[in-house]
């Protein structure tokens, strides 16, 4: 950091770079429509969407894509919670198939936030699990998928969570 800048200026380049990676998310989640549309395939950005999404819609902070474990923080009774963000992009919102990707419980994270987006990519819900009940979910004998490769398929997820937006 350059020690010339006082601390708000380190706050003020900080808000304007969150500020435009919000914006080029923004666009990212126009062209992924686009694509979506033109081929009926999924550009493969939902997991940034996602982020996009959660971030706008619940004020949280975005971290570099290099941070193990965690993509966003919040400040939840003067305590920084860390929080890993799985996106699914979801057809038909009646029929909630699929998995999310892999969670990994070496890293650090204090809860797991699924958003479900629509073919349109708007989010139309989004559901928050604790990191104790993540693992108690994935510990669970039984499953190839959730045991080894920390995958939860998404109605699993909802069961152990609860809704933090939007939903039905």
Same mark, same amino acid.
């Given at each position: ?6 601390? +708000? ?6 808000? /304007?770079?969150?500020? =435009?990676?919000? +914006? ?46 965690? +993509? ?19 057809? /038909? ?10 969670? /990994?419980?070496?890293?650090?994270? /204090? ?6 987006? +629509? ?8 559901? =928050? ?18 045991? =080894? ?20």
């Amino acid at each position: 950091m350059n020690p010339n800048l006082n601390a +708000d200026d380190g706050q003020t380049q900080t808000a /304007d770079i969150n500020a =435009e990676i919000l +914006d080029v998310l923004h666009e990212a989640k126009i062209l992924a429509r686009r694509f979506y549309r033109l081929t009926g395939k999924p550009l493969g950005i939902t997991g940034e969407v996602a982020e996009y999404e959660a971030a706008t819609k619940l004020g949280l902070n975005l971290h570099c894509a290099r941070q193990a474990g965690y +993509d966003a923080t919040t400040l939840r009774n003067g305590h920084e919670v860390h929080i890993q963000i799985k996106g699914r992009c979801v057809t /038909d919102p009646a029929k909630l198939n699929g998995r999310l990707g892999s969670i /990994d419980l070496d890293k650090p994270f /204090d809860a797991v936030l699924l958003v479900l987006l +629509d073919s349109e990519f708007n989010a139309f819900a989004m559901y =928050e699990a604790s990191r104790a009940a993540v693992a108690a979910a994935l510990e669970r004998p039984g499953s190839k998928a959730r045991n =080894e490769r920390g995958s939860l398929a998404i109605r699993q997820f909802i069961a152990i969570s609860t809704l933090r937006w939007g939903g039905s």
